[in-house]
Every structure is written in C-alpha cells, then in structure tokens.
C-alpha cells in the first residue's frame, strides 16, 4: 500500500544495490564517464552483472544491446525510482556523536538529502551550532515540522528514549525512519522502518571468523 | 571457506535474525523470563514465528514441543553459533564523530565484544582519551596488533582513506571488516567486509515515499 502501484513489488535488497549503482555513478559523473557496461559495473561494485540487469528489469528497459548504459540517464533514472531526485528534508532526533556524525555526513546534499533540523532534549546541546545546524529543543519537533515537512526521521537517541520519539515523529508527519537505537520500534503499519544496529552488524561479521583463523 | 564446515551454507539474513534474537534474549534475561515460544519471539520482535524456527533448524534442534525454548540456554547457544560466546577484541580506525560514537556504543561488552584500541591520524586526536580508551596513532596498527589481536576493524574514516587502512589492517591480522566509507573495499578473497551506508539505508526509505503522501 505504500509502494507505487505502476511497479511490482520490488525486492529490499535490489533497493539497496540500486543506491549502490546511484553512488557509484554519480562518481562516475565526476570523472566524465559517459557510457558503462554491466561488465564495468561488476568490475566497479563487485556486483554480478547478471544481477545488474535483474535488478534494473524491475523498472523497464534499460540502455541499448552492444552500447551499454548512459551514465547520466541512468544514475537519472535511479534517483527518480528511489525517489530522490528532488531535495528531501529529514529530521534527526539525538545530537549526540552518531547524530553529529549523521549531521557532518559527506554526500547526504549530492544524493538529494538535507538534514533540515535537529533535535535534542539536552539543555546542554540546545542552541548549540553543528555544522550549520542549530540543535533544537526536541519538545518543539511538532512545531518545527509543521515547517519544514520532513517525512524522513533519523532517530539517534538512547534505547530507551527511542520509542517517546518516534511516537513524537509520527504526530508530526514522519512517514518513514531509520532508527539505530538498538530496540525495535512499535509503529502503525504504514510507517516503514529500517533499523541499523552495529550489534547485529557486528554479530555478522564475528559469525565470519573461522575457527581456523583464531590465534 | 571462512564457514565451518559442520553446517551449511547460512544465508546472511537468517545471521543478522540470530542476531536480533540474541539482543531480545539478552534482555528477556535480565527481566528474568525463563522460557519463551516461537509466538512470543513474533510478539516481541515482529519476526515470523515460522521463520524463527527455520532459522533455528540450520543449526540442529531447539526448544521442546509444548514447553518452548529455555531463555538462557537459547542464548547461549545463538552466541556460541555468533562466535560471541568469548570477548572478541576490535579495532577502530578512525575517530571522528562516527568512530567516538562506536567506542561508546551500549551493549557492546554484553556482546562480549571489546573495542580493544582507537586510532587516527590527527595529531590533534591522538593521545586524548576517549571514554577510557587513548587514541593511538594510525601508523601504529600493526605493532599495536600483534599485542592485542583484533580480527575485527571498523573503518569509519574519510571515502580517500578507507582503502589505505583496510590495506594496513588486513596486514596487521584482521579478518573481517565492518566498513563505514562510502566506498567498495577491494580486498583479498579470504577478507570478509559488511558496509554501512547511511546513504543506502536512506535511499531505500526513501523509495518508501510514496507519491501521495507527498505534501
């Protein structure tokens, strides 16, 4: 229900390469590329070009047999799927380091994001400047949003104090969060979440490391 | 080839689900819950019943029918599949916003795991002390190393300076790599990487945006 009706129901992970593609392009851009293959695209991301054209035919027809793609269609054609191809406001809820880091994050403004206000409950951090962003008063998201019409939420608080904010969020328009506070978010169904936990990540890559290679 | 070689092929997702369940269990723990059903496991983390149990079934047999599975045992189990079940020492290489975040990420000891030194190559940075850690000097990785043996890096500098300490910390011992910048690590094949993309988990919510929530 909250999917574009004209597209069948896209896979999470080829949404994930295609921001992949989009990055890699945009550097591509810079560097005066015109045309690449999907050979060149497994060469570039290390993913398979068979997958490459999988993940595109979810979307139509995509550059020409023998020529290849045109970067700058493509990486246009991208931004218009994932829908960032005009700027796209986001709040962040908890200036603390990881939301400091979020703030200063390089390529958010080239990718069409821009952190249009920040929050935090700490007297301490509030009115203070990061970057070019004043830290405000996390009471005042409502009001603030009422404003700026964020509908991303990028929630970097305590477990704890993740819920209260999201809930907060929500009542201000928020139609989407990325939440890396290590608990998991009780949201109304059309609400979509992503959660980044460096535990789980962590956990992963530990899962990874064979016996063999202990000390 | 990194996988031991008792159990098959455990497909990633069902790895960073393990994950999500030994964080649910940790906490279910400390409340003192004893036993718990698969229906719990989808009440309290939104995980399909079903699919909890398949992901139980790569590693052999679990829980009793009727009675449920044992709180303490489960976890025990879900840490030593992760390789969490003894302190696992990290290295973070790069302390900025990001990597300051890491060091002091709750939940990181409970995971037995250990950011066991920091570095960076501001001269500004090193020597200071960030929670209870000194930062050390980037161009020390490998000496530092070979005293604690980390097999885990977590790269969270600059896009033009991730390639150049992955490269240094594969040379130091480590094994696998949870990578921050904003680029494809080319590293050799026996190297396992996982990259955090703000970018990404953006993008991908993002494509959630539907049209006519749109202002």
Redesign the interface.
């Known amino acids: 229900m ?3 009706s004209s597209s069948p129901k ?1 896979p ?1 992970p080829t ?2 390469r ?3 593609y ?3 392009l945009i550097d591509l851009e810079a560097s005066h590329v015109e045309t690449i293959s999907s050979t060149d695209v497994e060469k ?3 993913i398979n070009a068979a997958q490459f054209r999988k993940d595109l035919s979810y979307f139509g027809e995509f550059g020409k047999p023998g020529v290849g793609y045109n970067v700058q269609e493509l990486q246009a054609r991208i931004a218009r ?4 191809d005009q700027l ?1 406001p ?1 709040m962040v809820i908890g200036a ?3 939301g ?3 703030i ?5 403004t080239e ?1 069409k ?1 821009h952190i249009a206000a920040a929050f935090d409950r700490d007297p301490a951090k509030i009115g203070c400047l990061q970057g070019n962003l004043m830290i405000l008063d996390e009471a005042d998201v409502c009001t603030v949003n009422a404003d700026i ?1 964020a ?2 939420a990028i929630i970097c608080v ?2 704890s104090a993740a819920q209260g904010v999201a809930d907060t969020a929500i009542l201000a328009g928020v ?4 939440n890396f506070a ?1 608990i ?1 978010l009780r949201v109304p169904e059309r609400i ?1 979440v ?1 959660n ?16 063999d ?3």
């Open positions: 909250n999917s574009s896209v999470i949404l994930e295609l921001a992949t989009l990055r890699f570039q991301t290390g799927i994932l829908k960032i796209q986001i603390g380091n990881l400091s880091a979020l200063g994050y390089p390529g958010l990718h994001f019409g509908r991303i305590p477990a139609k989407v969060i990325l290590p998991i979509v992503r980044v936990s460096f535990l789980q990540e962590l956990a992963v890559l530990s899962y990874h490391l064979s016996s290679t202990k000390k």
